[in-house]
């Protein structure tokens, strides 16, 4: 759909700027222009009309942006005007907060069900999606539809059911487990790295990052 | 210490080499090149010479990198060889998911106390944190030293509660609240926002995103 290639740093800024017309959606905004958005954004205004550019505009000159309308336009781009069946594997803290996060739904991303292999968790209920045994992993795969799969299990078995979600036919992964997953190029990784994430707060904390 | 001034893209990956030096320590790999590390971690050799080369190399022509003194130097740049005092705002699903993550100790981050306004759970223990009433918190940070302050309460909470951590004397703040926070300039926000990286994944699934 768009040919022209997109930088990574633009396709950074997408969700920042959905999630802040999303803001002023809720408040009943209904235009802004873009000196107002890169304001309240702390980007600048020609930063804020470049990246917009990319994907054809959406601004008038005068008028600024429609907020209902860009705030949709840049989720279309994102692929949320789409629906995603999520599944959890690894029913501990970390999967329950997933699976409790209501916000997730409102952007299309269904958590359908939660694998786990502590006999105490399954057949429990969070919020929407049932606890079920990793035994069942494969046969639940087959038969549903599952775009994304959420790991949260410890490191050193993440790689094996990474495998084995990726054989059984998940095209999408978000991996929350501290290490890198080699798996074939079409299928798609996301990964957040919370120790990484806190390494970085430390790095700047010490003093040596001036940038 | 560094005056020179370092990319953001080196720093992002710095957290990487050490996460990949960390596991070669573990499997007791003394030495290796920078081949051999960039075939791991999927850089370019020259990459990898390139990043370390900022803060002086560590290398060694025909010998490569000792695994040790190599993992300890980064954690250095990382601010990892101190201690870090961490408490939690919010005892919810993902703050007690931080709580229990034992990897942050190791690295030198201690969760000391979270803080939260459900009265049931009040003196309860997470690992080796007491949960404290949010009413306390003023007190505890100026009585106790607090490094980092992880912010894991709705976004229509945590600006709050932000401006009040810093306002007590609270310099790093790793907010997991999907909202920017405006803080002071000598203040250090590390952001995970999970609704974004999910978005990201959704960006890259439904194939808009060749490069």
Do not use: C
């Amino acid at each position: 759909m768009y040919k022209k290639e997109i930088s990574k740093a633009v396709i950074n800024r997408l969700p920042r700027y959905y999630r802040y017309l999303g803001d002023l959606l809720e408040k009943d905004v209904v235009r802004i222009s873009s000196k107002e958005l890169s304001e309240k954004m702390s980007v600048t205004a020609s930063q804020i009309r470049q990246d917009l550019n990319n994907f054809g505009g959406f601004g008038q000159q005068g008028y600024g942006y429609n907020v209902e309308y860009l705030h949709s336009e840049i989720g279309k781009i994102l692929g949320l005007d789409k629906r995603y069946n999520v599944i959890i594997i690894g029913a501990g803290n970390l999967g329950q907060a997933l699976a409790n996060y209501a916000d997730f739904e409102r952007r299309g991303f269904f958590i359908k069900s939660i694998f786990d292999i502590n006999p105490n968790l399954i057949g429990t209920q969070i919020r929407n999606a049932t606890v079920r045994s990793n035994d069942e992993l494969e046969d639940y795969i087959k038969i549903n539809k599952v775009d994304i799969a959420a790991i949260t299990v410890p490191k050193e078995k993440a790689p094996t059911i990474a495998a084995e979600l990726v054989k059984w036919g998940v095209k999408g992964i978000w991996n929350f487990a501290p290490t890198d997953l080699n798996l074939p190029k079409d299928v798609t990784i996301e990964n957040v790295h919370l120790a990484e994430s806190l390494m970085k707060l430390s790095y700047r904390l010490s003093g040596k990052d001036e940038i």
